[in-house]
């Protein structure tokens, strides 16, 4: 069989036909809508508690003048842009709150892997705009990238509120004394070993946060106007 044919074998005599292709590709489809559905609804039963208290210490932070920093590296990039933008731009449902992806100035990041390292990218952004009350949000499906620990250690040293996204088993972020103790840390672990699967909950989860630090800070309003 040539390459084309291997390729598009239902174009072909003898190989399965378009019909039956496009049943094993809807087949498929249903098999992933389905696990990440379960995936989706594990992670809220194991974290829908520790969701609402991240957000509520978020909401805290952005009443203080704090703002967000997110970051990741590859797909986690993607997704930290995205986190960074639906918290400054949410449209009309929400108030838009300061936040900044650190990964979307192309030439800080290859300034600082040019001249120190990669593994600095984020942390000495985040020692040069980082004060106590900011929130650093990082993202990863391993949990093992060493400039997203390096991030992370520098916001617990700035005082900051740390929170991170991770896939499998936490990886090295699991194991940073900040995230295994009680405190204001937060980190969220989605149970899968496959990178497509933990970045699609993992935007679950991060819109999730978005939406109740945005309820937290629209029922503190009456509050503050009954004072």
Known sequence: ??????????????????DDLMAGVRRSTAEKAADIARLRETVLEEYGEALAICAARMADAFRSGGR??????????????DVAALFLNPGDAGRPLPALALTTDV????????????????????????????????????????????ALREAGRR????????????????EEPAF???????????????????QEAQTTIYHALWELTQRELTHAEPDREAR
């Open 180 to 198: 295994s103790a009680a405190g204001r840390h937060h980190l969220f672990v989605v149970p899968s070993s496959s990178v497509h699967r933990i």
């Open 159 to 174: 005082g900051m509120l740390t929170v991170g996204l991770a896939g499998y088993t936490g990886g090295q972020m699991a």
């Open 68 to 81: 967000l920093f997110t970051f990741g590296n590859g797909g986690s990039s993607t997704d930290a842009q």
């Open 1 to 18: 069989m040539t390459g084309m044919q291997q390729l598009y074998p239902f174009l072909y005599a003898g190989g399965p036909g378009l």
């Open 107 to 150: 030439a800080v990041v290859t300034a600082l892997s040019n001249d120190i390292g990669f593994e600095v990218v984020f942390a000495r952004q985040l020692a040069a705009f980082g004060r106590p009350g900011d929130i650093a949000l990082a993202l990863s499906t391993s949990g093992n990238s060493d400039n997203l620990i390096a």
